[in-house]
């Protein structure tokens, strides 16, 4: 059964001043208040493979050039959140706010003792020295943003630049796509070298069904062995709302397709969404349907995020 909702002072939303600098962008909700403690009881070392950081704007200053203003999340508020749904690791993923200044990750990243990782976004003028700073810090993967809300999407050439800044060090390349992309891109991502994961099940339209194009495109990929795709972000995907059964049915398919190459993560703290912030307890609790097989389950929280972002072994 599952247990009822706790309300922990550590998760309160910072408050904000409102200003033009740090008033919150439409689509940037407060997290939701009282996560519910969930039902669902975690492998050991559970990841979080998939959450950000947002300032706070008067230390990690908001990039000019961004598409969006987030509420602030500092990184106590994740740690916080991670320590209520029972997550020991997370892979914390820079955000286009942030832009390509990584002084939220890296101070993130320090503070981790070993439990952190992140995913870069590289720009034109990012250096190879500062790409092996990253490294060194605990980022194992970069970002390629597609969505037209976040960027340009990149062109091929600005994709080599990076392929070749980050050269020999190991790193995935993460793709923000929205559906009908995943069809075009098909050739894009089987031509990049090493592992390519796509995130947020491709931000695929549920409606199409299991056999629409951009589910037949992720699991052609899924079948080539080096890309790997993340089934977080059932509540933005879903037509129903909570708890969001259309997309997890679309999930869980995948899940059962390619489990040695599936990774979750709660996406707090949910900015560019429409309506509230979804309650994390609730999401967690999904992971149950989206990995009913205890051994699927580890292999999606705790295995395959160790192998892709290189978490050392515990014993």
Sequence with gaps: MTQPSVQAP????????????????????????????????????????????FGPAEVFPYAPERTFTPLDAPKEQLRALHAHLGFPRAVVVQSSCHGHDHRVLLDAL??????????????KATTRAEIEELHRAGVRAFRLNFLPHLRTPPTRAEIDSVLERVDGLGWSAQLHVRDEEIVGLQQLVRALPGRAVIDHIGRVDVSAGRDG???????????????????????????QGPPYA???????????YAPERVLWGTDYPHVNITGPAPDDGLLVDLLGQLAPDATHLRRLLVDNPAELFDFEETH
């Design 10 to 53: 550590e998760l309160t939303q910072p408050s904000v001043q409102a200003s033009e600098s740090s008033t919150p962008s439409p689509g940037c909700p407060p997290p939701h208040p009282a996560p519910r403690t969930p039902a669902l009881v975690l492998p050991p070392d559970s990841c979080d493979a998939h959450c950000h950081i």
């Design 110 to 123: 320090a503070s981790g003792a070993g439990r952190l990782r992140g995913v870069a976004l590289i720009g």
């Design 213 to 239: 194009p951009a589910l037949r495109s992720l699991r052609a990929l899924l079948d080539t062995g080096d890309v790997w795709v993340k089934v977080s972000g059932v509540d933005r995907v879903s037509r």
């Design 246 to 256: 259309d997309a997890v049915a679309v999930a869980a398919s995948l899940v059962a």
